[in-house]
């Protein structure tokens, strides 16, 4: 299996515009998290996913951020719009089952400017 | 919900000599409790995790130790070499609560001088 795979790699915008981030998981992961990581604040988990199935997303800060996955295979993050306190990496993780190794993408480096 | 205080969050050390790592935690029903090594430009990857029904695993030069009572554990990297300069965090996680998010630590960089 090629890992956790994110894209872009990077990604700069303007502020106002909207940004999708990419994700497709390790196969036969059931568990999918979205993080997001600032110097100031580190590793901030936003949302996961069990199944498919949206578990917790008390961590995404506001309703401009929104995450679907539509199937086992594929998710997005959206920014809608974006700002530039936004600008940060963003990491997609997934696992299977409990108490298990996360695996981690390579992450988006978002700008917004 | 859990927090994760780690310490210290940048570590200078010769080649060769120790490095320690620290983490607390405050929710007691945590469980499990990875660590994480990130290189510049990538996402962070497990080297070594502990579950609460052990006091102490090691892996090679890298060692976890766990204490429940004090809600605290540490990570020993042994003979340091250049190859281990990168940023270390420590996590925790409860699976039993219903809830299998991983609570990062800050993050600790460690830098091994030649």
């Not at chain 1, 303007?14 to 568990?31: A, F, N, W």
Request: with cysteine.
């Amino acid at each position: 299996d090629a890992g956790v795979i994110q894209s872009p790699r990077h990604e700069v915008t303007e502020m106002g515009q909207e940004v999708t981030l990419r994700c497709k998981p390790i196969s036969g992961h059931d568990y999918l998290f979205w993080y997001r990581q600032t110097m100031m604040r580190g590793l901030e988990l936003l949302i996961y996913f069990n199944n498919n199935v949206p578990i917790d997303d008390s961590g995404m800060p506001e309703d401009r951020f929104s995450a679907k996955m539509p199937n086992a295979s594929f998710s997005t993050l959206k920014i809608q719009p974006s700002e530039p306190r936004d600008s940060a990496v963003y990491f997609c993780a997934s696992r299977q089952g409990l108490n298990t190794e996360a695996f981690f993408g390579q992450g988006t480096r978002l700008t917004v400017v | 919900g859990e927090n994760v205080e780690q310490h210290p969050s940048t570590l200078s050390v010769q080649e060769g000599d120790s490095a320690v790592i620290k983490c607390t935690y405050s929710d007691s029903a945590s469980n499990y409790f990875p660590w994480y090594k990130q290189e510049l430009g990538k996402g962070p990857q497990l080297i070594i995790d502990i579950r609460s029904n052990v006091g102490e695993k090691k892996d090679q030069r890298i060692a976890v130790t766990l204490n429940k009572t004090a809600k605290h554990f540490s990570l020993h990297i042994t003979e340091t070499q250049p190859e281990d300069s990168a940023v270390y965090f420590c996590a925790a996680s409860n699976s039993g609560a219903g809830s299998y998010q991983l609570t990062f630590g800050k993050g600790t960089k460690l830098s091994v001088i030649p």
